[in-house]
Structure formats: structure tokens, C-alpha cells
């Protein structure tokens, strides 16, 4: 796999090789070991998640406090922006954001560290996004920035207002975020 740095140096874009014939397509879509040896990380992945959502629905930005979780991030269908923003005090990145277009075409996948806020927007007609995480989903722990924070100035790729779930609308502005 080939691992293409980002804006934000710990946030990974993953590129895996695919192999490619008459009948289609192959890839590891996960090897730990290739995982390792490219990234430089030993993670355990405890949960996968898989979400469909119809364009233009945004999901984010998200976090847990006190088990905050790692993301590998991929899509299997239709394709999404997806957002890593870092939310580490004491980070000299503190605030700062990263994103990038994540496709059923593309293939390719973003790590997400642990300790940033995730969010992404699906830019297809559907997109349906695979993440494996790093610690369980912990609701009474989840924390929401909110994804229009002017602090932030996410440059999200919309043509219309976002379709939003209830408690993202009342995500917090970042400087009033509740943050380990």
C-alpha cells in the first residue's frame, strides 16, 4: 500500500495496490501486518462500522471523550468528503483540519487518529462508508463539533444545506467543546 501524507502529518491517506483483470478487481482492503509496516502503527481494531447515506446527508464532527477512538475510514459505495479535525490541546495542529475525497472508485482510505474529530458528507447519489475503530462506541461519551464552526471554516464541498441528524444540529462550537 502506498501511504500518501496529509496536511495534517499523523492523519494517513491509504492507497492499497489493486489488482486489476478481465473479471474486475482485487485488494486487501485490511492487512494488519501491511498496516504496520506501511504506517508505522500497531493498532487492534475492536469494531466495524458501516453507514449508507443518501447525498448530501452529513454525519459529524464526532469524537469520544476518554476513549477516543482511531479510524480507518473507507467507502464501498458511491463516495463521501471526509474530515479529520484535530482536537488535542496541547497539539500544535489544535484546530486545524484535513479532507478528502473517499470513493468506491478510488479505493482508497484515511487514517484517522485518535484524539480527532470525524465528520464526512456523502457527495453521490448514496455513499456507503466502512470504519473500523480502535476502541467500542461509547454514546454517553460522544461529543459533536459543530460541522459550519466559522472557527474552523471547513471548506465542506456542498451545493445545499446539509441534511442533518437532531444531535448534530446541536454539536458545540469548538472553543466551547468539551474536550479530554
Known sequence: MNVL?????????????????????????????????????????VQENHSCSAQGVLRGLHYQLERPQGKLVRVCAGEIFDVAVDIRRSSPTFGKWVGTRLSAANKRQVWIPEGYAHGFVALSDSAEVLYRVTDY???DRERCIRWDDPDLAVAWPLKQAPVLSAKDRLGAFLKDAELD
Open 5 to 45: 501524507p496529509q496536511m495534517l502529518p499523523e492523519v494517513l491517506l491509504l492507497e492499497p495496490h489493486v489488482f486489476h483483470d478481465e473479471r474486475g478487481f482485487f485488494f486487501e482492503s485490511f492487512n494488519e501486518r501491511a498496516f504496520e509496516v506501511a504506517t508505522g502503527l500497531q493498532r487492534r481494531f
Open 137 to 139: 462506541y461509547a454514546p
